[in-house]
Nanobody
Framework: QVQLVESGGDLVHPGGSLRLSCVVS????????MGWYRQAPGKSRALVAS???????TYGDSVEGRFTISRDNAENTVYLQMDSLIPEDTAVYFC??????????WGSGTVVTVSS
């Protein structure tokens, strides 16, 4: 059974930092491309950052320079380090695994709220 479990979401003040984690089971994690997406209230789900199985990372324009995606293949985990958070980063953050067969699996999300 495939599971993606996100954690690390919290309420944080503007300018603060959080690190999100996504633990994957039931897949050959090291062969998967991984991504973090977010969905703010009333908006569509959007890509935040992605990392290929070889470790190449890309970022959405709004988070470039503030967020860092990384992966630990030994722990089947992908991380999202979020610094200099702003209220516009408030959203539910989802983890996605993209398998070599072209199948996508999603986690259930973790809530990040940036507010003073």
């Amino acid at each position: 059974q495939v599971q993606l479990v996100e954690s690390g979401g919290d309420l944080v003040h503007p300018g603060g930092s959080l690190r999100l984690s996504c633990v994957v089971s039931g897949l050959l994690f090291r062969l998967c491309d991984m991504g973090w997406y977010r969905q703010a209230p009333g908006k569509s789900r959007a890509l935040v950052a992605s990392i290929t199985r070889r470790g190449s990372a890309t970022y959405g324009d709004s988070v470039e320079g503030r967020f860092t995606i990384s992966r630990d293949n030994a722990e089947n985990t992908v991380y999202l380090q979020m610094d200099s958070l702003i209220p516009e980063d408030t959203a539910v953050y989802f983890c996605k695994a993209h398998t070599p067969a072209g199948v996508d699996y999603w986690g259930s999300g973790t809530v990040v709220t940036v507010s003073s």
